[in-house]
């Protein structure tokens, strides 16, 4: 069920690696300390999922369960944070994603 859901988070993110080069200019890259904490105190969010993608580089869910809002980041491995994407209506899905005896 969360290795369902933390699968999920790792898909949405890797296609968005996929995609990332052809928006390249639009990110927004910092230091990680200062991501992470911006996203806590001005949106609420905390991590909800971690991955390991190409390069050694750390994909991020951050979400409000109060507010609703997500951030997915990716940090490189010197430490540089950058934002792919954000939204709102995060919700923890506790079912699997697949009907039982479905193929996978």
Do not use: K
């Not at 580089?57 to 950058?82: D, N």
């Amino acid at each position: 069920m969360q290795r369902n859901l933390l699968a999920l988070s790792f898909g949405v993110g890797a296609m968005i690696l996929a995609t990332g080069h052809a928006f390249a200019q639009q990110r927004q890259c910092a230091d990680r300390a200062r991501v992470i904490e911006r996203l806590g105190s001005v949106y609420g969010e905390s991590r909800q999922s971690i991955g390991l993608a190409a390069n050694n580089a750390v994909v991020e869910v951050f979400a409000s369960t109060e507010t609703g809002t997500w951030t997915i980041t990716v940090t490189t491995p010197q430490g540089m944070t950058c934002l792919v994407a954000s939204g709102q209506s995060f919700e923890a899905t506790p079912e699997d994603l697949l009907p039982t005896g479905a193929p996978a």
